[in-house]
């Protein structure tokens, strides 16, 4: 493992653990005071110059500025095998360097690395329907199988078949916690966070001993806005944490969507109200999501648009591989989309073709409908999707 620090981590994780420097203020230090380096040297008196610091927290802050603090916090992050990396760090989020907020610093467990650039966020309901549930690893496993980071919180229902989806596909997830690094919350997703440092991360900008706390999970809902492309919301009640997450998403410019719900469920009112309000994009399968992402999508969806050049004729293997989806599929769902072609045809043909069982075609089908590769059309039609 790289080292547990940088030197400009060290300074900035001084200031993150002073009493009365949040994000904001932090920012305000630098703008007025130059490098965090010089700002800790400032009196009480120049830290009252600026913006939001009185005499009283300037004092605070002069008397708290304390490296012993800062060299205890460094070895409880080597002794559990924690980075702690700051906004000068290489490895920082980029995303999160473009919020007004971005957290001074970020405890890492895992790697991270710079494709997670492309990432969304998927959040919900932690009392979650089965219909969610499943809607959550669904577009857990298609967004990672289709290169995207999964982004969630680890709480129970709705983040964590998302993560469970994106490890299920073999991608990248990154689970952000509103606790220190030292235990995993809730406990009975343990395994899951174990699982999902094989190819991903654990992050939180606390201290690794910070307890569980309500008041943190605000803040960690806005670095799961913060460092993703877009938020995807599934089943969320009217008062939720998932459209805190939302509204952040809006307010950094990001994308929001949402998969609707049934009408009367209590559990779907709040994302279906986003939908309603047009402050979300309604999503019913992957290619939804892509068409929103402009450039990012067009460029997730090029092994998906190389498929319109496969050749028609030629051996059965070089069309599987021409014809590949960028998406995991079993060898029904391979075989079902290898005879589909982006011109219509009857979906009784396509049965026979395929030849495989009746029902374990149609159930390959569905698959496929649902992970947006393929479209149903009046007359019995079936075609691809992807051809302009």
Avoid at 33 to 40: F, H, S, V
Wanted: aromatic letters at 4%; one cysteine or more.
């Amino acid at each position: 493992m790289s080292e547990t620090i940088t030197p400009n981590g060290r300074t900035y994780l001084t200031w993150a653990l002073t009493d009365g420097v949040g994000p904001l203020t932090f920012s305000r230090l630098l703008i007025q005071l130059g490098d965090p380096e010089q700002a800790l040297g400032a009196s009480a008196a120049t830290l009252q110059t600026v913006k939001g610091i009185g005499r009283e927290r300037a004092d605070a802050i002069a008397r708290s500025r304390d490296s012993a603090e800062r060299e205890a916090e460094i070895e409880a992050a080597a002794q559990h095998g924690v980075r702690i990396i700051c906004r000068a760090d290489p490895d920082y989020p980029e995303g999160l360097k473009r919020i007004p907020d971005a957290p001074i610093v970020l405890y890492v467990k895992g790697e991270l690395r710079p494709t997670d650039a492309v990432a969304l966020a998927i959040v919900g309901s932690r009392r979650c329907t089965i219909y969610g549930s499943e809607q959550a690893r669904r577009f857990g496993e298609l967004l990672a199988g289709a290169g995207f980071t999964i982004v969630s919180g680890l709480a129970r229902g709705i983040d964590a078949f998302a993560h469970h989806g994106a490890a299920d596909s073999g991608g990248r997830s990154i689970a952000v916690m509103g606790r220190g690094l030292t235990e995993v919350y809730p406990p009975e997703n343990k395994a899951l966070a174990e699982r999902l440092l094989e190819n991903g991360a654990w992050l939180s900008e606390l201290p690794m001993r910070a307890a569980v706390r309500a008041e943190n999970f605000p803040g960690r809902n806005r670095i799961i806005a913060g460092m993703t492309l877009g938020t995807l919301v599934v089943e969320a009640a009217q008062r939720s944490g998932a459209l805190i997450t939302a509204r952040l998403a809006n307010e950094y410019n990001r994308e929001v969507f949402a998969v609707p719900g049934r009408v009367q469920d209590p559990l779907s009112q709040g994302t279906n109200a986003l939908i309603r309000d047009g402050a979300a994009k309604l999503v019913l399968c992957l290619e939804d999501i892509l068409d929103e992402l402009g450039e990012v999508g067009r460029a997730m969806r090029t092994g998906t648009d190389t498929q319109e050049h496969a050749p028609a004729g030629g051996p059965p293997e070089v069309r599987a591989q021409a014809t590949a989806p960028l998406f995991p599929l079993s060898a029904a769902e391979q075989r079902v989309y290898d005879v589909i072609g982006y011109d219509e045809m009857l979906q009784d043909a396509a049965i026979r073709a395929a030849e495989l069982p009746p029902g374990e075609v149609l159930a390959a089908m569905t698959s496929l409908e649902l992970k947006g590769l393929i479209r149903r059309l009046p007359g019995n039609l079936i075609a691809r999707r992807g051809r302009a």
